[in-house]
């Protein structure tokens, strides 16, 4: 790409959106690989201003169906927001940054044939692994530039099984990359763990009753139970069932930050419909719809697609997401504890980051999830005390927690939901420096 598009790019993104340019235009470029028959995987690379001299970041986006080229890009780490003003907390300034819609049919991703929408996060990695064995090829100048993935939500359990495949796909050298580790934020890791800790996080919050908190239990229990008999596609219908539940009995209190109102309401199908294709219609509405608000939808489909020159006329970015979440609703609820445990164990660094405020995957759960891993080194590391963190050496509010013990580290952020860039910037571009050694 030529700085005279990047530039036009830029004008015209700004024009549209009605905000002067501020500063200098970053290096970009972006593209199509062809992971599978009729499956098409879209990619943006922003370059930091010194790239050749810091890490490489991958973001993934979780949903599974939410644009990590839309929403991680625009709402939450990229250098412009929606209404194209400069982000101050962009992690830009500290990495470069390559966002990827996954799995294929997200974002501006695209497929040309129902069956090749992926239905598990095996598949999910082989395409990943095709894309990026693609990109560290033609982009040499990367390919020992430390390399980070991070990742948000149902995009940290797609990670962790991606971190896995590209580490062995290095040993195999079959990528050329230099690979430093994964972190795993506010993460579908174990959902079970997530599910049967929403009653007991809410009523220490005062948000459930104990008549309320009976009912969600009992309603976990039955998810717990279909789990156990390995009944994914019913653990996830009553995962749902759950969730209503959960809102009925707290007054609809978000799941993305528990002070906060469920702001998807109007947008759920009405509840009479209650069918497998109801329970997971509701959960895409409220796990991967509100990552397509009408601002961002009007973005990527305007002034976006126009710059970027090669979206197919027929792809509508985001038109793909309800496919991709329903393909995949039979793996929703099955465990990575072990791929998290297998990475630790061929020493990749792993970070686990949460937010304080976070209910669908509320750090109470991940804490059990953690508690169940194998590691040898384990014991050592939740023998540990936490680390208070403080934005600055004189700054005596408490932004968050942590503690590593060789390869693994957690951090509690405090103040946050789900989307910790989006909540706490300054904090999450800190907590960046610190995983890639720069402070």
Not at 28 to 36: A, I, K, M, S, T
Not at 68 to 87: A, K, Q, S, V
Not at 331 to 349: E, G, Q, S, T
Request: charged content about 20%.
């Amino acid at each position: 790409m030529d700085l005279l598009s990047v530039l036009s790019f830029v004008l015209l993104l700004s024009a549209a959106q009605g905000a002067a340019v501020r500063g200098k235009a970053p290096q970009q470029d972006w593209g199509y690989v062809d992971v599978r028959s009729n499956a098409h995987m879209f990619w943006w690379l922003y370059y930091a201003e010194h790239y050749t001299q810091v890490p490489l970041v991958m973001w993934l986006q979780g949903g599974p169906g939410a644009s990590g080229c839309g929403f991680g890009n625009f709402e939450e780490i990229g250098p412009y927001d929606t209404l194209f003003h400069d982000r101050n907390t962009t992690w830009l300034k500290a990495a470069s940054l390559l966002f990827v819609d996954n799995p294929v049919g997200t974002g501006f991703s695209y497929t040309t044939d129902e069956g090749a929408y992926a239905r598990n996060v095996s598949t999910v990695s082989d395409d990943m692994m095709v894309l990026l064995k693609t990109f560290f090829s033609s982009k040499t100048d990367f390919q020992t530039t430390p390399f980070y993935i991070f990742s948000e939500s149902y995009g940290g359990k797609m990670a962790a099984v991606i971190s896995l495949a590209l580490h062995e796909a290095i040993q195999a050298g079959t990528i050329k990359c230099n690979f430093k580790g994964v972190a795993l934020g506010d993460s579908w890791i174990s959902p079970i763990d997530s599910v049967l800790s929403w009653g007991p996080y809410l009523y220490s919050m005062s948000l459930l009753d104990e008549q309320g908190l009976a009912k969600v239990q009992e309603a976990a229990a039955a998810v717990q139970d279909a789990v156990k008999s390995g009944e994914f596609e019913r653990a996830t219908e009553l995962w749902s069932k759950t969730e209503d539940l959960v809102e009925e009995f707290t007054d609809d209190v978000n799941f993305y930050n528990i002070l906060t109102k469920n702001p998807m309401m109007l947008a759920k199908p009405e509840k009479r419909q209650q069918s497998s294709i109801y329970y997971i219609s509701r959960l895409f509405y409220s796990h991967t719809l509100r990552h397509q608000g009408d601002l961002l939808f009007e973005l990527m489909n305007g002034p976006v697609r126009k710059l970027l020159r090669v979206i197919p006329d027929d792809v509508i970015w985001g038109s793909q997401a309800k496919n991709v979440f329903s393909a995949m609703a039979g793996d929703f609820m099955k465990p990575v504890v072990d791929v998290v445990d297998k990475l630790l164990h061929a020493n990749i660094n792993v970070t686990v980051y949460n937010g304080q405020l976070d209910l669908i995957v509320d750090t109470v759960g991940q804490k059990n999830w953690v508690k169940k891993l194998s590691w040898q080194k384990i014991d050592q590391f939740r023998n540990l005390m936490w680390t208070p963190l403080h934005m600055c050496p004189q700054c005596t509010e408490t932004a968050a927690f942590h503690k590593t013990y060789e390869n693994f580290a957690f951090f509690w952020i405090l103040k946050a939901g789900h989307m910790i860039p989006s909540d706490q910037g300054d904090v999450a571009l800190k907590m960046l420096r610190m995983i890639i050694n720069q402070e």
